[in-house]
């Protein structure tokens, strides 16, 4: 009976990672609700048998006090923000006087969501954190534990700790408000307010009702990984078992930059999260570290914001 739990664990686990993290449903959702039905039974019969990162868990009912407060590691720093073309030529003329002309940039979006760091040990989830003023943030383990694209184990024994943002998707954001107002009660007043307010919900059974979703975008700590520049960091993270936003794409120069930014300007109302900008990146992570930081911010980045 063990085996049969582990064994039923293991599969709604992957069909979750196909499902939250690949963005492929390999199985209808009545065949996952069936072998669901059957782990809970099992579990409902032989409590000994239930373990962290098993699906069953996701659904929380731990009400906490409040939350405590986590030191990080690694400091989380902001980004220098840009609003034009003109201010990205600069950034890139900066980056290239330090360098020389052979760096390679890496565009991302940029999600508007909640700062989150998770800690793993033994490719096991320990700890997960706001960014609080990015040295100290508040420990919302419990509440992440529900957040189902949030793996409890890696594909691989890893201890690392990885960064990225937690968001509501504009549909789960439309129902919630649609919800909160026929109740009666006060609507939020955007995706990112109510990804806020549902993670760091003293109640983790609310986190687990609010359809939060991650897209992870920094290792933070490397543990073992041999990664040696950002692009192919976000394919790790995806592959150990993170979500990470398919929009990437490598700029040789200003004008690919440019390029990305006006696409993704167009494409914003249609994406099914809200953004408010682009970052940019050099890519290579050596000429990161022959950038460095200024007091707050990477000399390395840059975040593009959006008219609003
Ligand atoms: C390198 O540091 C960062 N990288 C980022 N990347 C993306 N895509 N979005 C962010 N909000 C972000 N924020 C920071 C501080």
Redesign the pocket.
């Known amino acids: 009976i063990a085996e049969q739990a582990r064994a039923l664990r293991d599969q709604l686990n992957q069909y979750a990672y196909q499902y939250y993290v690949m963005d492929q449903p390999t199985v209808p959702d009545h065949l996952y609700d069936e072998q669901y039905a059957k782990l809970v039974a099992i579990e409902a019969a032989h409590p000994e048998l239930i373990t962290p990162d098993s699906p069953t868990q996701r659904v929380g009912g731990l009400i906490q006090e409040g939350f405590q407060k986590v030191v990080h590691d690694v400091p989380?720093?902001?980004?220098n923000d840009v609003f034009n073309q003109e201010e990205i030529i600069a950034f890139d003329q900066r980056v290239k006087k330090a360098l020389g002309d052979q760096v390679t940039y890496v565009c991302?979006?940029?999600?508007d969501?909640l700062?989150i760091s998770l800690k793993y040990q033994e490719g096991r989830f320990v700890q997960g954190a706001t960014r609080g003023d990015g040295t100290i943030g508040e420990d919302i383990t419990e509440n992440l534990k529900t957040v189902r694209s949030i793996p409890m184990t890696l594909k691989e024994p890893l201890s690392i700790e990885v960064?990225?943002?937690c968001f509501m998707p504009k549909s789960s954001f439309v129902k919630l408000n649609t919800e909160r107002e026929a109740a009666g009660l006060d609507v939020f007043a955007n995706p990112r307010n109510a990804a806020a307010g549902s993670l760091r919900n003293l109640d983790t059974s609310v986190t687990a009702k609010r359809n939060l979703d991650t897209?992870l975008?920094?290792l933070a700590d490397f543990g073992p990984l041999e990664v040696s520049d950002?692009y192919t960091a976000l394919a790790e993270l995806q592959k150990i078992g993170f979500h990470t936003?398919p929009e990437?794409r490598l700029c040789q120069n200003v004008e690919e930059i440019w390029a990305y930014i006006e696409e993704f300007h167009d494409k914003r109302s249609n994406l099914p999260y809200e953004i408010d900008g682009?970052?940019i990146?050099v890519n290579d992570f050596s000429q990161q570290e022959d950038l460095g930081f200024t007091i707050k911010?990477?000399r390395?980045?840059t975040?593009y914001k959006f008219p609003p």
């Open positions: 989380l720093y902001s980004l991302e979006l940029k999600i969501g700062s960064r990225g943002e897209f975008y920094t950002q936003n990437r682009v970052v990146k911010a990477p390395w980045a975040a």
